[in-house]
């Protein structure tokens, strides 16, 4: 089993950032994958950025060059720093783990709100 568990997440003016994190706990040695999802209402969920075990990350087209995804392993933790924030990517982030098998892991989630 993994845990996730997501912080970092609230209100913020247009242009500002936030610092997400996510602590993983439990059986961690065989995750291959991890990232960061989000859903804002009436919209399906949709996967922001991604990083892998070699360090290769990917972003989605809409935040590229304003998000990046990081990792700490000593912590077992995960980052998504968000700068120039604007109000569509106002969402609630959930963090997602993916291990052999495969199985597939979900934090709570934690709101991110951009408005003036």
């Known amino acids: 089993q993994v845990q996730l568990v997501e912080s970092g997440g609230g209100l913020v003016q247009p242009g500002g950032s936030l610092r997400l994190s996510c602590a993983a706990s439990?059986?961690?040695?065989?995750?291959?994958?991890m990232g960061w999802y989000r859903q804002a209402p009436g919209q399906q969920r949709e996967l922001v950025a991604s990083?892998?075990?070699?360090?290769?990350?990917n972003y989605a087209d809409s935040v590229k060059g304003r998000f990046t995804i990081s990792r700490d392993n000593a912590k077992n933790t995960m980052f998504l720093q968000m700068n120039s924030l604007r109000p569509e990517d106002t969402a609630v982030y959930y963090c997602?783990?993916?291990?052999?098998?495969?199985?597939?892991?979900w934090g709570q989630g934690t709101q991110v709100t951009v408005s003036s």
């Open positions: 997602n783990a993916v291990s052999y098998g495969p199985y597939e892991h």
């Open positions: 439990g059986r961690l040695f065989d995750i291959y994958f």
């Open positions: 990083i892998r075990t070699d360090d290769s990350t």
